[in-house]
């Protein structure tokens, strides 16, 4: 089992930068895909990347393309998502999650089994 910290959240203005973490603990770090996902007010959860074991692979929703970027150190049991141009709609909480690792790298947050508390990212307009 592997618990997650996620920490970076913020209110940012629209076009603005945030950088989110997510500390690992418990199991070997390298042994999970992780992922990133994000919930609004009122809305189903979302996938918004997602990274393989290795780093080698990753994932984006269309909507976030070309704005943020995932990593992650293994080293360092963290994974990452850079968010760039952020826009109002971006506002939501965003959660951490992992899951063993595959052969194929999984978008959907249905198929996270390890899951974080979340932080709150606000973007303002």
């Known amino acids: 089992q592997v618990q997650l910290a996620e920490s970076g959240g913020g209110l940012v203005q629209a076009g603005g930068s945030l950088r989110l973490s997510c500390a690992a603990s418990g199991r070997t770090f390298s042994a999970y895909d992780m992922g990133w996902f994000r919930q609004a007010p009122g809305k189903e959860r979302e996938s918004v990347a997602v990274?393989?074991?290795?780093?080698?692979?990753?994932l984006y929703a269309d909507s976030v393309k070309e704005r943020f970027t995932i990593s992650r150190d293994n080293a360092k049991n963290t994974v990452f998502l850079q968010m760039n141009s952020l826009k109002p709609e971006d506002t939501a909480v965003y959660y951490c999650?992992?899951?063993?690792?595959?052969?194929?790298?999984?978008?959907?947050?249905?198929?996270?089994?390890?899951w974080g508390q979340g932080t709150q990212v606000a973007v303002s307009s």
């Open positions: 990274i393989s074991w290795s780093g080698s692979s990753t």
């Open positions: 999650a992992a899951t063993v690792r595959n052969k194929v790298l999984a978008l959907p947050w249905s198929q996270y089994t390890y």
